[in-house]
């Protein structure tokens, strides 16, 4: 666009650059006050016992292995919050961080959604999707040992989004090589590497994703994975019913609780009516969908499907045997983790993308694609979304929402310290129960 005088107009890249700042600074204020108090300044696993301990050992080490994977994002801010805010505030400073990476997912969410549609009411939709998602506040927000999860979900807008100029391909190729050096599991969506072959604009990113998830492959080989769960792998059963518990029943009851008292009144009713909705949205994106929504509809299913499944042949454990769950007393166990949340994610992202293509003269005739195509359904469909979004922005049972508070322990850690000049290091509890930090005194 030109201005004028002749010149290029600016204007729009500046509206861009200000519509993007502003929906990262909403998605972190959100994201931040998402998270209950007592959590806030609660330290969880990795992220003292670990990222924190390992930093004051050895130096920012971004790209050492730990449990077989490279984890650069949680090592980096992990470098930067310790020395500017020290380790007694270190617990809120986490949380802060991981809030402020999320606004830039939910920002680079709406940013990449543009390759699906140009309709701001869809991408804000899936923008707030990484914020809003029911089951991540009860576990996966607000720490670095779950950030990871946040990044998996961008990996394929980033994979999809066509850059515009330099500055975009700097962006997404940079985004993509963060991602891959974060999560190897961002390697499950390496097909997409073959999605439009001859854009040559969407080449710096697969081939940054590409990268990280070798530089995984090798960390892996290096220095193979020792931990692999608690138990022995769940049947297909399990893995069936426990997609359906994990992802439209999380969506739709919000916490472990109410999925297990729904359950236990009224049997798998309410588990069988929670994924309606999104069964109705498979068949209509199917039937009626043009090639892009079926093409990136199909792509989110599956990604769905495959993380959960994924997460429990990779990690098994006890709480997985959900086709051995046939009495009140074997429910007691049910809870939703952090393996619930990038299933829920792709699966919820389904509703929005039902209305992201605007209609033309050449749509399919009939009443089915005449009601899609109305604004009634489509201000109905997005409306329908956010109120299932916003019924659970508060959580009511988080992983952590009962302490132990790490500052408190800093601070009496640090008087243990003063008062026995031959006390060498101290250890600092953390969430969940069985963790903790082992601390050097002359560290705090």
């Known amino acids: 666009m030109m201005s004028f005088m002749g010149r290029p107009d600016k204007r729009p890249r500046l509206a861009s650059f200000l519509l993007f700042s502003a929906i990262a600074c909403a998605g972190t204020i959100l994201a931040y006050f998402r998270v209950p108090p007592l959590t806030a300044r609660t330290l969880w696993a990795e992220d003292g016992q670990v990222f924190l301990h390992e930093y004051l050992d050895q130096g920012p080490g971004l790209l050492n292995p730990y449990d077989g994977y490279l984890h650069l994002l949680p090592r980096f801010i992990v ?55 029911a089951p991540g506040a009860l576990e996966t927000m607000a720490n670095l040992a779950n950030l990871h999860w946040y990044l998996l979900w961008l990996a394929p807008w980033v994979l999809m989004k066509s850059p515009s100029g330099p500055g975009q391909k700097v962006l997404l190729a940079a985004s993509a090589l963060i991602i891959g050096l974060s999560e190897i599991q961002a390697a499950l969506f390496l097909p997409l590497l073959l999605f439009r072959l001859r854009d040559k604009s969407l080449w710096w990113a697969k081939a940054a994703l590409a990268a990280g998830a070798g530089c995984q492959f090798y960390t892996l080989w290096r220095f193979p994975r020792i931990s692999g769960g608690t138990g022995e792998p769940g049947d297909l059963l399990s893995i069936i019913y426990g997609y359906f518990l994990n992802t439209s029943a999380a969506l739709f009851y919000g916490n472990s609780h109410a999925v297990r008292e729904h359950v236990q009144d009224f049997g798998a009713l309410p588990i069988v009516l929670s994924a ?19 093409t990136t509809g199909a792509v989110w299913l599956l990604a769905s499907g495959a993380l959960w499944t994924a997460a429990v042949v990779i990690n098994p454990a006890p709480y997985f045997y959900y086709s051995q769950l046939d009495s009140p007393g074997s429910w007691a166990g049910f809870f939703l983790s952090r393996y619930s949340t990038v299933p829920s994610m792709f699966l919820l992202a389904l509703i929005p993308l039902l209305v992201a293509r605007p209609s033309g003269n050449g749509a399919a005739p009939g009443r089915v694609p005449a009601l899609l195509r109305s604004s009634r ?22 992983a952590r929402s009962s302490g132990p508070l790490w500052a408190e322990q800093v601070r009496s850690a640090r008087q243990s310290c003063n008062a026995d000049p031959t006390l060498e290091s101290v250890q600092i509890l953390e969430a969940p129960e069985g963790w903790a930090a082992t601390l050097r005194c002359e560290d705090l």
């Open 377 to 398: 359904f489509r201000w109905g469909v997005l409306g329908a979304f956010i109120v299932l979004q916003a019924v659970h922005y508060f959580p009511t049972d988080a």
């Open 276 to 294: 309606v909705p999104f069964a109705l949205a498979v068949f209509l994106l199917a039937r009626f969908g043009d090639r892009m929504q079926r």
């Open 79 to 133: 470098a930067v919050v310790t020395p500017v805010f020290g380790i007694e505030a270190y617990s809120l400073a986490v949380t802060v961080a991981c809030s402020i990476v999320l606004g830039l997912v939910a920002a680079l969410t709406f940013y990449c959604g543009s390759a699906v549609t140009q309709n701001p009411a869809v991408r804000l939709g899936w923008a707030s999707i990484p914020v809003l998602v």
